[in-house]
């Protein structure tokens, strides 16, 4: 399979505005890639919509060749996470147990907004089952490897594991994913891409299988954080400006010291103290603070936090019904919403709003808050045989990334690995609302921390198609 190439959205639209390629071609080489024998199609995949595609791109191919007026993004290839409804198909959630549900009757606002823009599905893409879980492992449909370290069967991350595959083999341009404790941040972290989880209510979540309807959020996954950024105007339905990048000089970041640093891996420790040094030397202000009221976060959601119960009273029916069709690792933590009553319920609401009031001066002192996306870089799968083992690194995968979802904020995950080093993801986060700014300010630190944009998403050079 041939290395792909790392085109962002806007390179694409500008070699669409110039007829440099059509939106068929592009349709091509992505259906190409997820057939391609050896690849991880038949893995990332659980259904691929190649003759709607061709379809929509000859439409937008025939509009544009008479001037007719297609978006600037009209003809890109993207994925779509098997958590959104898409009309006529049945949403699965990456599971068994939702598929004899009827179709969609219509597609969810994200993907509504997405092919209003010109964007063409090129389909669903696997997931870990119901979304719950930061490891991207399904059992049913199996999992997608890691392009890092695809001979040693290393985890994608997740829950968004199809949607970070899609976009690192070249299968589609971008991807459209859900985040609820980081399950778009943890996979672009370890598959070495941009995951972005903008504010909760930036975007509706209407049409999607809800994990958490306190938690949940739409995200997506791409290769640039420009990408991401005009991905999220689409879904926020903003006009299309672009993205600018901020001046790294003069803007306040903070690392907490305590919670998120702890139980770094070596590689990860390695790559997140070289982006601080190279975002000091551009000029920004970084400051260690205690930021000690994370270390609550464990004894607030001691009882399995929002997912849990939120999941529970979702799925009670269909377990009384017949639970054996579930993953058994995610049946154990949706179980675990019994757990909680409804006077717990209402305390951990009550918590929640306390806890954000309390830590937003110390977030507003920053531009941004800087943590690692993840504190260790992609397993293998076989170092999660055991449930022990699994428990375990699944609740560090998430430990970092729910925090901004805890206190309703935003985060964008970029690469930040020297070339050819195992991937790992810098997060910035900030303060909900402040999506925008965030993305600009992000945009400014790739800059200062990637690789050469002729190289892919390993720091090896592209070879050509």
């Known amino acids: 399979m041939q290395t792909p190439s790392p085109q962002t959205l806007e390179q694409l639209a500008t070699d669409l505005a110039k007829r440099r390629v059509t939106s068929r071609e592009l349709v091509e080489i992505c259906l190409a890639r997820i057939a391609a024998p050896g690849g991880e199609g038949g893995r990332v995949f659980l259904k691929v ?24 993004y009209a003809g890109i290839p993207i994925s779509v996470k098997d958590l959104f409804d898409v009309a006529g198909e049945v949403t699965t959630a990456g599971s068994l147990v939702l598929r004899g549900a009827a179709p969609a009757l219509q597609d969810a606002v994200a993907v509504a907004r997405l092919r209003a823009a010109g964007f063409i599905v090129i389909g669903r893409t696997n997931m870990t089952e119901f979304a719950f879980s930061g490891l991207g492992v399904n059992p049913h449909f199996d999992t997608p490897r890691n392009p890092w370290g695809r001979p040693s069967n290393r985890i994608p991350g997740g829950s968004s594991s199809g949607a970070a595959v899609s976009v690192t083999d070249g299968m589609a341009f971008a991807g459209l994913g859900t985040d609820t404790g980081g399950s778009c941040r943890i996979p672009a972290a370890m ?4 995951g972005f989880k903008p504010t909760a209510r930036r975007v509706p979540v209407v049409g999607i299988y809800p994990l958490s309807s306190t938690l949940d959020s739409v995200g997506t996954l791409s290769k640039s ?3 991401c950024a005009i991905l999220d105007a689409v879904l926020a339905a903003e006009p299309l400006i672009a993205p600018t990048a901020a001046s790294i000089a003069g803007l306040r ?8 640093l702890d139980g ?26 205690s930021f000690a009221e994370l270390n609550e976060l464990p004894v607030i959601n001691r009882l399995g936090g929002f997912p ?7 799925h009670r029916d269909h377990l009384v019904a017949d639970s054996s069709q579930y993953d058994p690792r995610v049946l154990a933590r949706i179980l675990r919403g019994r757990e909680q009553d409804a006077a717990d319920y209402i305390e951990l609401h009550q918590r929640r709003t306390e806890f954000i009031k309390r830590v937003a001066p110390v977030m507003g002192a920053y531009d941004a808050l800087l943590m690692p996306t993840v504190p260790i870089v992609a ?6 045989a055991a449930d022990d083992d699994y428990t375990r690194i ?14 309703d904020g935003c985060a964008i995950s970029i690469p930040c690995h020297e070339p050819g080093e195992p991937p790992v993801g810098l997060t910035l986060f900030a303060a909900g609302g402040n999506d925008r700014r965030l993305l600009s300010m992000a945009a400014a630190a790739e800059g200062c921390i990637g690789w050469p944009k002729d190289a892919d998403n390993f720091g090896r050079p592209v070879l050509p198609d």
Do not use: W
């Open 49 to 72: 919509g190649a003759s709607a595609a061709r379809a929509a791109a000859d439409f937008i191919d025939t509009m544009r060749g008479y001037g007719a007026g297609a978006g600037p």
């Open 308 to 314: 849990a119960p939120e999941a529970y009273a979702r």
């Open 253 to 260: 970041f903070a690392v907490p010291r305590s919670y998120v």
């Open 264 to 289: 770094m891996c070596a590689e990860v420790s390695a790559s997140f103290e070289r982006a601080l040094h190279l975002l000091a030397k551009a000029g920004a202000r970084i400051e260690q603070i």
């Open 191 to 194: 598959c070495g891409i941009v």
């Open 225 to 227: 954080v420009a990408c």
């Open 394 to 407: 699944n609740a560090l995968a998430l430990r970092n990334s729910s925090v901004v979802n805890f206190i």
């Open 379 to 384: 397993p293998r799968l076989e170092e999660l």
